[in-house]
């Protein structure tokens, strides 16, 4: 399974930025895609994950603020960013959970993408 993020960049605080993922390879149907940021010094957390029912689940700092959709057609997952803050800062990192071969659950990783927030 690859991932492949797009669509960070630079933006002020207040703007809104779209990132993309792009997953291919052997994705179950039953599936989980999301989106985890990392900023300097700090752990990896959730920014929000999508079910492949389309249930969604965000993390407390983006609720309102964050959107998450997908593509099941395309196997795309994006992640619409608003009312960015400074402390958005981070790499956002792309992610699918999915059965393997044995039935397990298994988590791929994209790349990452940065995202800067400032004036």
């Known amino acids: 399974v690859q991932l492949q993020a797009s669509g960070g960049g630079l933006v002020q605080p207040g703007g809104s930025l779209r990132l993309s993922c792009a997953a291919s390879g052997s994705i179950s149907t039953d599936n989980v895609m999301g989106w985890y940021r990392q900023a300097p010094g700090k752990q990896r957390e959730l920014v929000a994950v999508?079910?492949?029912?389309?249930?969604?689940n965000y993390g407390d700092d983006v609720k309102a603020r964050f959107t998450i959709s997908r593509d099941n057609a395309k196997t795309m997952v994006y992640l619409q960013m608003s009312s960015l803050k400074p402390e958005d800062t981070a790499i956002y990192y792309c992610?699918?959970?999915?059965?393997?071969?044995?039935?397990?659950?298994?988590?791929?990783w994209g790349q990452g993408t940065q995202v800067t927030v400032s004036s």
């Open positions: 999508i079910f492949s029912s389309g249930t969604t």
């Open positions: 992610s699918v959970q999915s059965l393997d071969g044995t039935n397990r659950w298994r988590n791929y």
